[in-house]
């Protein structure tokens, strides 16, 4: 079976024949591991000497989170973004941006669905903190906000963290949404976001959580298997217009959604990324926040890459049936 994504154009085969239940990975441990561990560079805190540090959240034990100058960037805050052209128009420009590591507690192993809320809320908030910060300086256009846990989904590093990278560019993929988006609108005459969370609500078939403020949904075209995007159920464009409110519910769900995706899956490697609007396109009536939670349960090979389209073994209406059943196990 091939769906294709409403705005994008790109298809997704579905070959549920393949494998009716992935197994996921478990290079995530928690309950074995220590809660500081001795050569962790996290754990060493925010005063350690070989560290640029931005900002501090603070509980009755010292330190709760903390914002640090990633050591290994790919990206340098000291470099020029203009652009240039060689003679035969090849657009180029130096590698300007920021690159920064949240450090999201001071256990070593304390992934977020074993987590308080609040902590959980404290980090979100974090995340608004910093782009807010980063959209002061007029070099930056896109900030990117996103999580890698467990070595498939490329952590280097087992203690919880987020990172952030602010860029003078939007990049290709983010564009190509956004412009779509627009293009929606113009037809349509409503966000396609705000429209999607209409359908499925009525559909009920690919729903997994519905609150008050948020929407959790396993996508029509998922690209991977149990991956499950959260929208805030009024239209917000970007994390720096998003109310405290709505950014606390969004913390909980995700947080709901990674007990369940636990539940089912057992130990998994996952990523969680925000797609939050380009700075231009913030207030845009077409722009719709978005949190994506990626389970990596499967490895792209030949023709995933030849094709560009991703080969997805569990249909998004059997992923959100299953994880409705877990969040019902969780609340008894």
């Given at each position: 079976?091939?769906r294709?994504?409403?705005?994008?154009?790109?298809?997704?085969?579905?070959?549920?024949?393949?494998?009716?239940?992935?197994?996921?990975?478990?290079?995530?441990?928690h309950?074995?591991?220590?809660?500081?561990?001795?050569?962790?560079?996290?754990?060493a805190g925010p005063?350690?000497?070989?560290?640029?540090?931005?900002?501090v959240?603070?509980?009755?034990?010292?330190?709760?989170?903390?914002?640090l100058?990633?050591?290994?960037?790919?990206v340098?805050?000291?470099?020029?973004?203009?652009r240039?052209?060689?003679?035969?128009g090849k657009l180029?420009a130096?590698?300007?941006?920021?690159?920064?590591?949240?450090?999201e507690t001071?256990e070593h192993?304390?992934?977020i669905?074993?987590?308080?809320?609040?902590?959980?809320?404290m980090?979100?908030?974090?995340y608004?903190?910093?782009?807010?910060?980063?959209?002061?300086?007029?070099?930056v256009?896109?900030?990117?906000?996103f999580?890698?846990?467990g070595?498939?989904?490329?952590a280097?590093?087992?203690?919880?963290?987020?990172?952030?990278?602010?860029?003078?560019?939007v990049?290709?993929?983010?564009r190509?949404?956004?412009?779509?988006?627009?293009r929606y609108?113009?037809?349509?005459?409503?966000?396609?976001s705000c429209?999607?969370i209409?359908?499925?609500?009525?559909?009920d078939?690919?729903?997994?959580?519905?609150?008050?403020?948020?929407?959790?949904?396993?996508?029509?075209?998922s690209?991977n298997p149990?991956?499950?995007?959260?929208?805030p159920?009024?239209?917000?464009?970007s994390l720096?217009?998003?109310s405290?409110q709505?950014?606390d519910?969004?913390a909980?769900?995700?947080?709901?959604?990674?007990?369940a995706?636990?539940?089912?899956?057992g130990?998994?490697?996952y990523n969680?990324?925000?797609?939050?609007?380009?700075?231009?396109?913030?207030?845009?009536?077409?722009f719709?926040?978005?949190?994506?939670?990626?389970?990596?349960?499967a490895?792209?090979?030949?023709?995933?890459?030849?094709s560009?389209m991703s080969v997805?073994?569990?249909?998004p209406?059997?992923?959100?049936?299953q994880?409705?059943?877990?969040?019902?196990?969780?609340?008894?």
């Amino acid at each position: 079976m091939y769906r294709q994504h409403r705005l994008t154009k790109k298809w997704v085969t579905f070959a549920p024949h393949r494998n009716q239940r992935p197994q996921a990975i478990a290079s995530v441990k928690h309950e074995d591991e220590c809660e500081v561990a001795v050569n962790c560079p996290f754990c060493a805190g925010p005063d350690a000497p070989d560290r640029q540090v931005f900002q501090v959240n603070s509980g009755k034990d010292g330190w709760s989170q903390y914002v640090l100058a990633n050591k290994f960037p790919s990206v340098q805050s000291d470099l020029d973004p203009k652009r240039s052209k060689d003679k035969w128009g090849k657009l180029a420009a130096d590698g300007f941006g920021k690159s920064e590591v949240i450090v999201e507690t001071r256990e070593h192993s304390s992934p977020i669905h074993l987590r308080p809320a609040n902590q959980v809320r404290m980090l979100f908030r974090l995340y608004k903190d910093r782009v807010i910060e980063h959209f002061k300086d007029n070099r930056v256009t896109q900030v990117i906000v996103f999580k890698n846990c467990g070595k498939n989904a490329g952590a280097s590093q087992p203690h919880p963290h987020s990172q952030i990278y602010a860029l003078p560019i939007v990049p290709g993929n983010i564009r190509l949404e956004t412009d779509c988006a627009r293009r929606y609108y113009d037809d349509e005459g409503i966000c396609s976001s705000c429209d999607l969370i209409a359908e499925e609500l009525e559909a009920d078939q690919r729903l997994v959580l519905l609150t008050a403020r948020v929407a959790a949904i396993c996508p029509y075209a998922s690209e991977n298997p149990y991956e499950v995007h959260l929208l805030p159920r009024s239209h917000v464009t970007s994390l720096t217009l998003i109310s405290d409110q709505e950014l606390d519910a969004m913390a909980d769900a995700a947080r709901e959604i990674l007990v369940a995706l636990n539940e089912t899956l057992g130990g998994f490697d996952y990523n969680i990324v925000w797609d939050s609007a380009p700075k231009d396109d913030c207030g845009a009536p077409f722009f719709h926040l978005r949190l994506r939670i990626i389970p990596r349960l499967a490895t792209p090979a030949g023709f995933e890459i030849a094709s560009q389209m991703s080969v997805n073994p569990v249909l998004p209406e059997i992923a959100a049936e299953q994880l409705k059943k877990a969040l019902k196990k969780g609340s008894r």
